[in-house]
């Protein structure tokens, strides 16, 4: 068994999310992509064109394949009610996170319980320094990325999550 790890894409540094990805109950990485609420679209500055060649997620995508944020944000609760998930940037997943839920709760009446996000440099070895995990963690992006997984979507994110982690527990 091995912690949970999640990670979220967004439009910008201090946009809104577009995709979020974690570790399920079952081992599973469960992805969603967000279709975005049409407030949020209407907000200036919330896109980023640097943001956007990073994980390529666009604005066309998201309206026609993205999903429910309300079911998406209730999907979360219930999947990571009460755990403890790793991110490489918890700042920022958690901000995003938040809109999310925040968003939700407001149009929905009721209030969503966030999970509680840790750096995930906290559960990696401590006898690594902060170069050498991240050589590990550089390692297998370039062998996932030969996979055929696109960095900077999360649910390939959370699998290098996931891998760098252990490999790490293998040294």
Request: some cysteine; glycine content about 6%.
């Amino acid at each position: 068994m091995y912690p949970k790890f999640i990670d979220v894409e967004a439009s910008s540094l201090d946009g809104f999310p577009l995709q979020i990805a974690y570790g399920s109950r079952e081992g599973e990485i469960v992805s969603h992509l967000i279709r975005p609420f049409d407030s949020w679209l209407r907000e200036e500055n919330r896109w980023s064109p640097q943001a956007f060649k990073l994980h390529g997620l666009s604005i066309d995508l998201l309206l026609e394949a993205g999903s429910d944020p309300h079911e998406i944000a209730f999907r979360i609760e219930d999947d990571l009610w009460g755990e403890t998930v790793y991110s490489d940037a918890a700042d920022y997943d958690h901000t995003w996170i938040n809109i999310l839920f925040s968003k939700v709760s407001v149009e929905s009446g009721t209030h969503l319980v966030m999970p509680c996000i840790r750096e995930m440099n906290e559960i990696l070895p401590r006898s690594w320094s902060p170069d050498g995990r991240r050589t590990v963690r550089d390692r297998i992006r370039l062998q996932a990325e030969k996979e055929g997984l696109r960095i900077h979507h999360a649910d390939a994110d959370v699998l290098v999550h996931v891998r760098t982690w252990q490999e790490m527990q293998k040294l």
